[in-house]
């Protein structure tokens, strides 16, 4: 989904976690890096072997989770938070921008521990967005349950958010929606009926409303933890983490192939290219469709990835 940047205010940002945490480098807003030009803060494009996305500047020592990659790829946001954060309710969130083939470093954004959507750019006249997010936290700040929103931008505003109804949520956990380019809405859940500690279901929407679920079934779903899902814009693949047999470690992502009946192939481990024996999840595919993110433990904390979308092609079976 392509959307046109949000100008946002010239402003410092201070914002100090807790006595526990380490105080952040607040970054002037809109500070240009004149050594990050071109796409993607000047990295160079990664091969089909998974590299770490921008190291010192969104990749650190801390842990960081890709929320989006917005306006061609000129817009980025993601968080990143110490080691033992436990203050869900004021998560630091970050964006990065280019302005004239140059990126601004860095900064802190001023909506804490907002859902996504409050960091869009310019959002489109009736573009609906779907999050998952956590009410109420309990006493310790543990999540006590996770639903799936949407909101709507119209009139130049964003609409109220609408946590959806049953069956998409239930008393358990429901989340990470994936949206196809006609508003099939995927998703994983712990709700009972499952065939693991939690699955992956779809919901092809009625009159513009989601009123069944669709358990996808033993090929992707196993007695283990199938979850984030990333489906592609055309419905014809689907990528998402799982700790099934098969796994190089802990838990890591597969690809599966939508068949023209609409049955599902067999998922494909993607091998260590992209996987290590630590986790691999949150896939994320570019707009266009060109880059796979992801995050991984493999050196230690909550690193962001990135691969060339290639190495899925590479696996779609010539027949389907």
């Not at 990050?36 to 020592?61: C, D, R, V």
């Not at 996504?116 to 109420?136: A, C, S, T, V």
């Not at 014809?236 to 192939?265: C, H, T, Y």
């Amino acid at each position: 989904m392509t959307v046109a940047e949000r100008k946002y205010e010239n402003s410092f940002n201070i914002y100090i976690l807790s006595v526990c945490f380490i105080q952040f480098t607040v970054l002037a807003q809109g500070e240009i890096n004149d050594d990050m030009k071109g796409a993607y803060l000047g990295q160079t494009p990664p091969s089909e072997i998974a590299q770490l996305f921008a190291p010192g500047i969104i990749s650190t020592n801390e842990k960081e989770a890709l929320y989006g990659v917005f306006n061609s790829g000129s817009y980025i946001v993601f968080d990143r938070t110490p080691k033992g954060f436990t203050d869900w309710d004021n998560y630091p969130i970050y964006v990065c921008k280019e302005e004239n083939g140059t990126w601004t470093k860095p900064v802190l954004t001023r909506h804490l521990g907002k859902p996504g959507y409050f960091n869009y750019p310019n959002p489109i006249n009736n573009e609906e967005l779907f999050y998952g997010w956590w009410l109420p936290l309990d006493e310790n700040g543990a999540f006590t349950n996770l639903d799936i929103w949407k909101v709507r931008y119209a009139k130049g505003k964003w609409d109220e958010a609408e946590k959806l109804p049953y069956p998409i949520n239930t008393e358990y956990i429901d989340t990470w929606p994936s949206i196809t380019s006609d508003k099939v809405l995927y998703f994983f859940s712990t709700r009972e009926g499952g065939k693991g500690k939690s699955d992956i279901y779809r919901s092809v929407p009625e009159n513009g409303k989601y009123t069944s679920v669709e358990n996808l079934g033993p090929k992707i779903n196993t007695s283990g933890v199938d979850h984030d899902p990333c489906i592609s814009a055309d419905g014809s693949f689907l990528i998402f983490s799982s700790n099934r047999d098969g796994s190089l470690g802990k838990d890591d992502l597969f690809v599966a192939f939508q068949q023209k009946n609409g049955e599902w192939m067999n998922p494909i481990n993607l091998g260590k290219e992209i996987n290590s024996e630590e986790s691999e999840n949150r896939p994320y595919l570019t707009p266009d469709e060109k880059y796979l993110f992801f995050t991984s433990m493999r050196n230690g904390n909550l690193d962001i990835f990135w691969a060339d979308i290639k190495i899925i092609k590479k696996l779609r079976p010539v027949k389907l």
